[in-house]
């Protein structure tokens, strides 16, 4: 009997915490040894993460200082080093059902200098700071991939001109996405069918490279949210004179977004054995001949498929559609998102088409709607204004892809994510 579970959509947050040492690296330290042992910092329940660890050097004494860290009034060294420690998703939980090897932590990171003659508490720029050797994004965060269940050091390291400093690292919700896939079961024939994990290794890849990222492409920078120049009409703190339209649609933001990735309905195929998420019979193509949903090159297929709401993502041989090749297709703006893949769709398609299912449009794409002049389309809306250059929502062939997403494209995705609980 198949097993039909229903698709898997919306989102869930790991939990957030306060709690974390204010820890110091080579750093002046006033105050008694007590100071200096804190405890191990254990968070609450959380999907990946139960706790960070910390760890101290005994305190030294500096040379040529006449302070003792024993004295109240003393200054003393310490280096503190940080590792997050992963753990295993709550029994039972979607998280551990889909099996992931890979998890993703969202961090804050923000340090600030102490000086035993000099600055203290001034804080340092995010543009210094470093974990694991990559300098943190603009909004002080940082998106970490853990690969297996070793703790990772995440102790921030600061460019060269800062010696003392204080820092903290805390974690941050991001958003979990859950998705469901199905294949056709002709997959089945050679053996070798679409599986979850290869689909999960690529939106893994994704979070990390595509959607985690503030400097895709080659202008490399990071521009603060609360940069005038990118403060749009109608939000608090816009400034006319500051604000910048090209800069603004061109800016990659980043969005931390982890996908789990589930099987969808199982079923048993005609004329096989075992279970798979695969497309009810109806979709197989096999009871009618004038369609088909492998290989699959007429429109009408193709939007039945999208229509199918038992799984998230449809997994297809080839898409042909008037003689064009297609390495995806979304249904646009779909609750629960909704498109349909080529097996061989890279990691960029996965997040392109999951980005269009999310409602948003390509760059400087005319959309025609109701009530519009079909014959002139100069009066065709553009909801997604350019540039195509290095964007993930790039929809011409001619102008190389990347994985920038504007600001813009960041709030229409999170208010559909919102929004489709
Ligand atoms: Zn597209």
């Not at 898997?8 to 947050?13: D, I, K, L, P, T």
């Not at 921030?156 to 919700?173: C, D, H, I, R």
């Not at 009871?287 to 193709?302: A, E, G, M, P, S």
């Not at 553009?382 to 195509?388: F, M, R, T, V, Y």
Request: hydrophobic share 35%; aromatic share 10%.
């Amino acid at each position: 009997m198949p097993i039909i579970p229903p698709p898997v959509r919306g989102r869930a947050s790991i939990g957030t915490s306060n709690e974390y040492y204010d820890g110091e690296n080579t750093n002046w330290w006033s105050g008694n040894t007590n100071n200096f042992n804190p405890g191990p910092m254990t968070m609450p329940a959380a999907p990946w993460v139960t706790a960070f660890h910390y760890s101290w050097s005994t305190a030294e004494a500096v040379e040529g200082e006449e302070y003792n860290f024993r004295e109240s009034s003393g200054y003393e060294v310490a280096t503190t080093e940080v590792e997050l420690v992963p753990s295993a998703p709550p029994p039972g939980s979607p998280l551990e059902l889909a099996g992931k090897t890979n998890k993703f932590v969202l961090l804050s990171v923000t340090a600030a200098q102490r000086d035993r003659n000099g600055p203290t508490g001034v804080p340092i720029d995010w543009s210094k700071i470093k974990v694991n050797g990559t300098f943190i994004n603009a909004d002080s965060n940082i998106f970490l991939k853990l690969t297996n269940s070793n703790p990772v050091t995440v102790t921030p390291s600061l460019t060269g001109e800062f010696t003392n400093y204080t820092f903290s690292v805390a974690p941050v919700a991001h958003t979990i996405v859950q998705l469901t896939f199905a294949f056709h079961p002709k997959f089945l024939e050679n053996g070798s069918p679409p599986t979850r994990s290869e689909l999960q290794a690529k939106f893994d890849s994704a979070s990390l490279d595509i959607f985690g990222k503030d400097e895709d492409g080659p202008i490399g920078d990071k521009i603060p949210d609360s940069d005038p120049r990118v403060i749009p009409p109608g939000a608090a703190g816009h400034d006319t004179n500051q604000w910048n339209q090209t800069l603004y649609n061109t800016d990659d933001v980043p969005l931390y977004l982890e996908f789990v990735v589930n099987d969808g309905p199982l079923s048993t195929p005609p004329n096989g054995t075992g279970s798979y998420p695969i497309f009810p019979v109806v979709y197989e193509g096999t009871n009618c001949q004038t369609t088909n949903f492998f290989d699959v090159w007429n429109r009408i297929d193709l939007e039945l498929l999208k229509r199918w709401g038992g799984a998230n993502i449809k997994v297809v041989n080839t898409i042909e559609i008037d003689g064009r090749q297609l390495s995806g297709s979304a249904k646009h703006g779909s609750s629960p998102v909704s498109f349909v893949v080529a097996r061989d769709a890279s990691d960029w398609v996965l997040a392109h088409e999951f980005v269009h299912a999310c409602g948003v449009y390509h760059r400087n794409q005319k959309v025609w709607m109701e009530g519009l002049d079909e014959s002139d389309d100069t009066l065709w809306p553009i909801p997604n204004p350019g540039p195509e250059w290095h964007a993930l929502m790039n929809g011409n062939n001619n102008i190389a892809p990347g994985g920038i997403i504007n600001r813009a494209e960041r709030a229409a995705i999170e208010v559909h994510l919102n929004s489709n609980p």
